[in-house]
Each structure stands twice: as C-alpha cells, then as structure tokens.
T-cell receptor, first 111, second 117 residues
Framework: GNSVTQMEGPVTLSEEAFLTINCTYT??????LFWYVQYPGEGLQLLLK?????DKGSNKGFEATYRKETTSFHLEKGSVQVSDSAVYFC??????????FGSGTKLNVKP | DAGVIQSPRHEVTEMGQEVTLRCKPI?????LFWYRQTMMRGLELLIY????????DSGMPEDRFSAKMPNASFSTLKIQPSEPRDSAVYFC???????????????FGPGTRLTVT
C-alpha cells in the first residue's frame, strides 16, 4: 500500500539553526511528493513539491529532494527563523489524486 | 481567487444535534476532499469527490456521517446525530485533479472547529 512516515516531534531549535525533518514513503508506483505547513489555527498550505525522482522542490529557503533509491523526501532549511514554527506534513499523491499524509512534525524555533 | 471557503468557522453544538459543514472549492477545481484533524488521530481523509462523484468514502467513520456534492461549487458534510467524540477540526480541500498523469497539489480551506458537548 501507500504510506508516509515522518519523524516524530516536537523538534526544538534555536534561531539560525539547521533543520532536517525526515520523511520516507512507501508507494506502489511513481507518486508525487509534497511538504505542507500548518500554522496555528490555519489550514495546511503547500510548501514545496517534487513530481519525479531526483527533482528538488524549494520554497522560502526550504528544500527537499525526491530520492527514489532511498524512498525519501527529507525537508531541510539552512537557517530557521521563529516564524518557521509550525507543523510540517509530508505527503504523497498517487492514483486519482488521493493524498497520503504523514502524522506531522511540530517545529518550535526559539529566539 | 478567494481560495477554499468553509463555513461556519466555529460550531458548538449539543450531543444529538445535527451538524452541517459547508465548503466552496476553488472555481475550476474538480476534486474535493474532506478531512478531520484531531490530536489523537492526526489528519484523516474522510471522503473525496471527483467531478462531483464520491470516489472513496472509506474514511467516513460511520453512518452518522454523510457528504454530498450537488454541484461543482458546493459540498456539505453532515453529522447526524453528533457525539462528543466528533469534536475536531474539519478541513475541506480542492484540487484541479488528475490531468495527463500529473497529480496536482491540494488547496486547503481554513477549517471548521466543531465542538460537541
């Protein structure tokens, strides 16, 4: 079946620290991969995406590379800010646009 | 574009009452999704529609839950009768759908926070 596993949080970092949130997936075909972000009290927003192997998605300083050989799509940012504090969801889309979301990783960035 | 619109934003009701949540997808999108989010279970897909037709309702918890999409610009999620364990944030999302083998991203509404007392 299709599923997404991401690291449990919360992740607590100091401002300007390097961020990695791990995400691995299981899929029977060639899914598209996404990272969504959810700020408190809001819906999920698309952060970045990659539609095929070796693609790199990037946005707002965040990056993730679609690694088919390791079935991974880890989220990284070189220098986090307090405003990045949110919950981050990894997801895959396959077969008529149904999405499979991970459980979410809460990021807390301290000044 | 106004994005996905959900109403109401907050709903407080008593156990046993009927609750109706509403969603207006982004114009031109032909896929619509209903999700439920709780601390215990995270984000759960309840049902999704493609071209107004329900494609997968396997996530609907039980018969008390029903969803309709009478046209391309409106969908409802109804709970009758409601129970305290239905308390959650309910999200609606829409997507351009699947075209030429490409999976498009989903666009989420702000959610409806439901509290059943």
């Amino acid at each position: 079946g299709n599923s997404v596993t991401q690291m449990e949080g919360p992740v607590t970092l100091s401002e300007e620290a390097f961020l990695t949130i791990n995400c691995t997936y299981t899929a029977t075909g060639y899914p598209s991969l996404f990272w969504y972000v959810q700020y408190p009290g809001e819906g999920l927003q698309l952060l970045l995406k990659a539609t095929k192997a070796d693609d790199k998605g990037s946005n707002k300083g965040f990056e993730a590379t679609y690694r088919k050989e390791t079935t991974s799509f880890h989220l990284e940012k070189g220098s986090v800010q307090v405003s990045d504090s949110a919950v981050y969801f990894c997801a895959l889309s396959y077969n008529f646009n149904k999405f499979y979301f991970g459980s979410g990783t809460k990021l807390n960035v301290k000044p | 574009d106004a994005g996905v619109i959900q109403s109401p934003r907050h709903e407080v009701t008593e156990m046993g009452q009927e609750v109706t949540l509403r969603c207006k997808p982004i114009s031109g999108h032909n896929s619509l999704f209903w999700y439920r989010q709780t601390m215990m279970r995270g984000l759960e897909l309840l049902i999704y529609f493609n071209n107004n037709v329900p494609i997968d309702d396997s996530g609907m918890p039980e018969d008390r839950f029903s969803a309709k999409m009478p046209n391309a610009s409106f969908s409802t999620l109804k709970i009758q009768p409601s129970e305290p364990r239905d308390s959650a944030v309910y999200f609606c999302a829409s997507s351009p759908g699947l075209a030429g083998g490409r999976n498009y991203e989903q666009y989420f509404g702000p959610g409806t926070r439901l509290t059943v007392t």
